[in-house]
Every structure is written in structure tokens, then in C-alpha cells.
């Protein structure tokens, strides 16, 4: 009994480690790599594509044919930036280059995906590209709703959701919000909220209920139904990077200057949460949080220095840190996808194999109901 057993339960790992969750990640020289997470919460990191890009954006996109990664090279030509199309599934080299007209230098703190559209912003624009022909499709400038000078307005953080585009746009000492409702790629903007927020507010998300959320030197304000923001968590430090979780709460970090070293604290918001508070520290201010959708357990921190992979289930808190050397260089974009049946060109295993262990331990408990 224990012997077809133990093969059964054999068949099956073998049968779970080919579903994986995935980060996607580039480096700031260019380096396209992939943190693969199995069925076995088992991570296999790769180093695929090198293609000697200075700071390109990455971004992850899907429509009715296809799932794809897009790497974008900033002021590749005279006319606008080019874009680099891989498959999830194969990251060694891309399967198509698209250059895109009248996007020129688009912002790193100004992109967003939403299905048949990759919105990039650079200056006071959003355009809103086509995933298929990689052509821009339409475009808004966000100082005509702000009456600011284009040349004072900067697009300073960009999320799109189902049904709304919020933009976090500074001009001069002032922070605007605004939120555009109907999608470029279709109907053109159809009304438009904007609200002046704090000076000190850092960047937007999309929350529960397409509401945005917006983060600042004292904590989280959450818009409410009437579209004005109300505190919904105060902080003693700075809230750099925020994430949602899979049940209407977040993860958040709070960040400490100290000389040249940025303390970055990450905490969850949900008041009886089990979450140890993780602390990663950093040479620069800069630090995302972001989460594998596919695997809700999962999410990830990224600073100029390392990638941390972080799994929080059923109160327990791991991790798995990857260091700039081992990234290929110093991580510059992150993003997610899925993919099945993959297997690594090369792995670095950050974790033990806690899917296994869990499988194998019901042995015992079968053998008695035998």
C-alpha cells in the first residue's frame, strides 16, 4: 500500500512542477531574467536575454491571441522608442521589434497595462499603444485638464484598471490627480475627475472597486464613492510602494533615510494580519512592491540592489533574496506572467521544497485510515 502510494504521490509532484508562476524582470543594462515559481513553491531563477538596453521598461500585456512581454528601448530612434516582444515561455530572444512613433523617452514612473492596450506616458501625455500593431492609438495631454504648462507637467505615476486611468501628474510644487473615465483605445475620454493632493503624495493604484488609492510621506488615502480621498492608514515614515493583496488589504513599505542607506520596512495593512514585518535596505529611495496575481501567496520587493520574493500563507512568512550579481545587473523593472510547462536554461534555487515535504507528511496520516 505505502509503495503505490508513495508512486502515486510521485506522479503527481512531477504532474504539479510544471505549473508555474513567474516574475519577469529586466536589469538597467538590459538583462531579461524570470524568478519561476512551481506548484511546489520551488523558485527557479533564469538569466535569458541580454540585449545591452540602458534603463528599459518592461511591462507584461495580453490580447485576444496572445500573452507577451514588452521591453521597451527609450530614444532607440530619432522618431520614438522601440519595442521588444518576448514570449512568457521563451525570454531568450524576442519574436518581433516594433518601433513606435511619437513615444519618445517614455517615463519609467508612467506606465500601465490593461489588456489590448500598453498606456506609456512621457511628459504631460499619456499614449495609449495597440498590443497588436504596436502603433499609438490615441493620446491625452494632461494639462488640459489641470491648465498647468506642459513644460512644468510631469505624468509622475500611472495605473489603468477596468474602468478608470488615474495619473498622479506634477506641475511645479503641486500634485494633481486625475482620473480619466472611458479608455483611450476606444471611445476617447469621456469625463474626467481631478483633485489637487498632497505635494509629498509618491504614486497611485488602482483598489477594490476601481478606486484609487495614493500614497504619501504620512500614509494611504483611499478615494472614496464621491471621489474625495480619506485616510484609511497613518504611518510615522514615508509610504514608498504598495501592492494589493487578494483580500481587499495591502502590503505596503515605509521608508527611513539614514545618511545614504534607505530602510524600507514592509508591513501588511489588515490589523489582526500574522505578517512579520520585513525590513530590506537600500542605497536609493527607490523600492516597488508587486504581486503575482496567479498566485496570490506571492509577491515581490524590488530595490537598485536585489529582487526578494516573498510567499505569506496560512500565517507563515518566507523568503528568497536575489542579489544584483546574480540578477545579471541591478534590477531596473519587474513584472508577472504565467506559463506552463517551462523549464529553466539555468536555476538558482532560493527555497526548500515546502510542497513536497507537506505531500510526503500525509503519508502517515493515510497509512492509518487504511
Not at 489590448?116 to 494639462?143: E, M, Q, R
Request: charged share 15%.
Amino acid at each position: 500500500m505505502l509503495r503505490k502510494l508513495t508512486l502515486s504521490l510521485t506522479i503527481l509532484l512531477l504532474l504539479c512542477g510544471v505549473s508555474y508562476a513567474d516574475f519577469i524582470y529586466t536589469t538597467e543594462n538590459g538583462t531579461l531574467g524570470a524568478l519561476r515559481i512551481s506548484s511546489l513553491n520551488e523558485i527557479e531563477q533564469s538569466t535569458e536575454y541580454y540585449g545591452n538596453i540602458s534603463y528599459p521598461l518592461l511591462t507584461a500585456y495580453w490580447n485576444s491571441s496572445t500573452t507577451g512581454i514588452m521591453l521597451l528601448d527609450r530614444y532607440a530612434t530619432d522618431s520614438g522608442d522601440r519595442a521588444y516582444i518576448f514570449s512568457p515561455s521563451n525570454l531568450t530572444e524576442y519574436s518581433r521589434s516594433a518601433d513606435i512613433p511619437g513615444v519618445y523617452g517614455a517615463n519609467f514612473a508612467g506606465y500601465a497595462e490593461n489588456g489590448y492596450s500598453i498606456f506609456l506616458a512621457s511628459g504631460p501625455t499619456i499614449y495609449d499603444v495597440d498590443t497588436s500593431s504596436f502603433k499609438v492609438k490615441n493620446s491625452f495631454d494632461c494639462t488640459s485638464v489641470i491648465s498647468q504648462d506642459a513644460y512644468d507637467t510631469e505624468i509622475y505615476s500611472l495605473t489603468v484598471d477596468s474602468s478608470y486611468i488615474h495619473v498622479l501628474a506634477k506641475a511645479g510644487d503641486s500634485t494633481n490627480y486625475i482620473r480619466l473615465e472611458g479608455q483611450l483605445k476606444r471611445e476617447g475620454v469621456r469625463a474626467f475627475l481631478s483633485r489637487d493632493v498632497s505635494p509629498d503624495t509618491y504614486l497611485v493604484i488602482s483598489s477594490s472597486s476601481n478606486r484609487a488609492a495614493v500614497c504619501h510621506s504620512s500614509g494611504i488615502d483611499l478615494m472614496d464613492r464621491s471621489g474625495r480621498f480619506q485616510r484609511v492608514l497613518s504611518t510615522d515614515y514615508p509610504v514608498k510602494a504598495i501592492c494589493p493583496d487578494n483580500s481587499g488589504e495591502f502590503y505596503y513599505a515605509e521608508q527611513i533615510q539614514n545618511g545614504s542607506t534607505y530602510t524600507n520596512t514592509i508591513y501588511h495593512s489588515a490589523r489582526n494580519s500574522s505578517f512579520i514585518p520585513i525590513t530590506i535596505e537600500s542605497s536609493s529611495p527607490n523600492i516597488k512592491l508587486i504581486r503575482d496575481t496567479s498566485r496570490n501567496e506571492f509577491f515581490a520587493a524590488m530595490t537598485d540592489e536585489q529582487i526578494m520574493v516573498i510567499m505569506y500563507s496560512s500565517g507563515t512568512t518566507s523568503t528568497w533574496e536575489y542579489s544584483a550579481s546574480t540578477l545579471g545587473g541591478k534590477p531596473f523593472g519587474i513584472t508577472t506572467a504565467s506559463v506552463s510547462g517551462y523549464n529553466a536554461h539555468s536555476s538558482s534555487s532560493g527555497c526548500s521544497s515546502g510542497g513536497a515535504l507537506i505531500l510526503f507528511a500525509l503519508i502517515p496520516l493515510m497509512m492509518r485510515r487504511k
